[in-house]
């Protein structure tokens, strides 16, 4: 029998599957092969239940009979309290003090964000997540931030369930679209720099990349004259040419202070730092390798070397002339990576665009033998469309990072002044980041990875609906309830400790309802794991808020009825906090405990 590891309900949810197991021998006289535990759609119906269709070829008896038949055979005790068949359903209730307190025991030791993995077993195990890879041509903008958000929700929850996470960002500093930027400066600069014209290197770089296709797009001729000039100059790059190399490195230097910004801005995490300048060497080897030592590689009349895949496509590897294509600095930064840090798993995050790359990219890697190709996994993520349509780097209609942060960050202070005039301004800019910034992670991770965005900033920002700061809020009011205990010194212990809470007391609906939304919660985070989509956890710790908001309407916790009460739904409150703050974190977004 395969058994779905749970972590907070783990023992509670065995018993009733052995307890299955033991009824179907004796009734069938063989245990069911596959079967799990899922959840009742109402939580009236029960704590846990099991669909009986899976058992009826096994059993040559139908689903509803199979059921009567099991909830008939099946003994009460401490733990199961009511077993009732409901069609093909059989459905568990358990002892609900019980459950309480397993699920928020287990909560409160995890108190800590990302703290104790769900897999032990997992330890040492590496695993690299590559993202936003951004070239220095230009300022990061939309997609980028998909892309980074994306990928440091994969490493957290990677290293939530036990993996050693190495944090990968490839630059991509190199290259034709570099020269271009470069030549342009060149050009028509005037020894102009960031500090001069008064704004951040990355986009002033940008500047010259937009003015290079300009003046590329005023006629055949010019931009003929241009890329000739750009490949001479990437020539004289790969060639080691002084005042080249000289001039990339005060180009590129002025970008790094720019994205550097932006980083710190979204809090985005990184541990290794490639750079195409660095890789393309190890790269032009292999192709050379593959060429003269394996034959797998082709040179053709012109003095390129292409590999020759399936249905007589062919891939430029080495351009006539000799310098590298983006594919060529990719196989040598794989080997790298492999050499130097023996990964389990190398996880690229990349747009649904570069899906026809990397499937090219994977097929050579296995052409030359590397046994880790099946290592590897391009995680492929949508499209960010705006209410004007597809971003356009060349033509410089772009929504740039800062700027969507900016905006989203006075969305946010808007917001908050209405909310509360009687704050400094300070507090006001402080807390406004949070949620600006967290309002944009959240629309951008609440959808699966594979569907395309159409951002929209007034939508993401609102403190109602399926937004990020609608949880924030949540989580706010779930901690104002315990922080308001600890000010006054009052119940202290009730909030800390389990020892004396009596769960029995906790009977309404809508606790019911908060307590499965805790027990999903570990099944969330390996769900996302599993399906590489931040989304589920997105969506559950959005359910988690709504059912908290209607307990926190309908549920008095310090005014309740009494003691025994106050101190149950106190402790309800606290896992609450607690499992929200680590679902955010999870998410790479940032908690207030106050609004």
């Given amino acids: 029998m395969i058994r779905k590891k749970m972590m907070t309900t783990e023992n509670i949810k065995n018993l009733i599957l052995s307890r299955v197991e033991e009824a179907a021998l004796k009734l069938f006289g063989q245990k069911p092969k596959i079967f799990d535990l899922t959840y009742p759609p109402d939580v009236n119906l029960g704590d846990f239940t099991i669909e009986c269709f899976s058992f009826a070829k096994e059993f040559k008896k139908s689903p509803e009979e199979i059921a009567k038949n099991l909830a008939e055979a099946i003994k009460l005790d401490k733990v199961i309290k009511e077993i009732q068949a409901v069609g093909p359903y059989l459905n568990f209730k358990v002892d609900k003090a019980l459950l309480f307190k397993e699920v928020l025991e287990e909560i409160f030791k995890k108190e800590k964000p990302r703290s104790i993995p769900l897999k032990r077993e997992l330890r040492g195990r590496q695993i690299m997540v590559e993202y936003l890879s951004p070239n220095t041509n230009k300022p990061l903008h939309l997609g980028h931030i998909r892309n980074g958000v994306l990928g440091m929700a994969i490493s957290r929850l990677m290293e939530s369930i036990g993996y050693k996470v190495i944090k990968a960002n490839l630059i991509n ?8 930027s470069m030549l342009a400066w060149q050009k028509w600069g005037n020894g102009e720099t960031p500090e001069l014209a008064g704004i951040k290197g990355d986009y002033f770089v940008g500047q010259w990349y937009v003015k290079y296709h300009q003046e590329a797009n005023k006629s055949l001729e010019a931009k003929e004259q241009l890329e000739k000039e750009a490949q001479e100059m990437l020539q004289k790059w790969e060639a080691v040419d002084s005042e080249t190399i000289k001039l990339w490195k005060m180009m590129n230097e002025w970008v790094y202070r720019g994205f550097e910004k932006t980083y710190k801005e979204l809090g985005l995490e990184f541990d290794v730092f490639n750079h195409e300048s660095e890789t393309y060497k190890s790269g032009k080897e292999i192709v050379e390798t593959g060429l003269l030592k394996k034959g797998i590689f082709k040179k053709t009349d012109d003095g390129a070397i292409i590999a020759e895949l399936e249905n007589e496509q062919k891939i430029t590897l080495l351009r006539a002339d000799g310098t590298s294509v983006y594919i060529t600095q990719d196989l040598g930064t794989a080997k790298l990576r492999f050499d130097n840090y023996h990964l389990d798993k190398l996880i690229y995050v ?22 880790w190709v099946d290592k590897l996994r391009h995680l492929s993520y949508g499209m960010v469309n705006l209410p004007e349509g597809k971003m356009k780097s060349r033509e410089g209609k772009v929504i740039d990072a800062d700027d969507l942060i900016g905006g989203m960050k006075e969305l946010a202070a808007e917001e908050i002044r209405k909310r509360h005039p009687e704050l400094a301004p300070e507090e006001i ?65 009730d909030v800390l400790r389990l020892e004396n809470v009596d769960f029995s007391v906790l009977k309404d609906e809508k606790e019911m309802i908060l307590l499965r939304c805790l027990i999903q919660f570990p099944e969330k985070i390996k769900s996302a794991v599993d399906e590489f989509n931040p989304s589920v956890v997105a969506e559950h710790i959005f359910e988690i808020a709504k059912a908290f908001n209607n307990f926190y309407v309908f549920c008095p916790v310090l005014a309740a009825e009494n003691e025994k009460l106050i101190k149950a739904r106190l402790a309800l409150v606290r896992a609450v906090a607690i499992v929200l703050k680590k679902g955010l974190n999870l998410l790479g977004i940032e908690d207030l405990e106050e609004m």
């Fill in 173 to 180: 500093d190199r290259g034709i679209h570099i020269c271009q």
């Fill in 429 to 493: 800019i402080k807390r406004a980041k949070k949620i600006g910034v967290g309002a944009i992670k959240f629309y951008l991770l609440r959808v699966k990875p594979n569907q395309e965005i159409n951002f929209n900033p007034e939508e993401s920002i609102s403190f109602d609906g399926f937004t990020g700061p609608y949880v924030q809020y949540a989580f706010a009011r779930a901690s104002g309830i315990i922080k308001k205990i600890q000010e006054n010194n009052l119940r202290t212990y």
């Fill in 350 to 371: 990349v747009g649904v665009e570069q899906d026809f790359h990397f499937k090219n990219l994977f097929k050579i890697l296995k052409m030359l033998g590397f046994k």
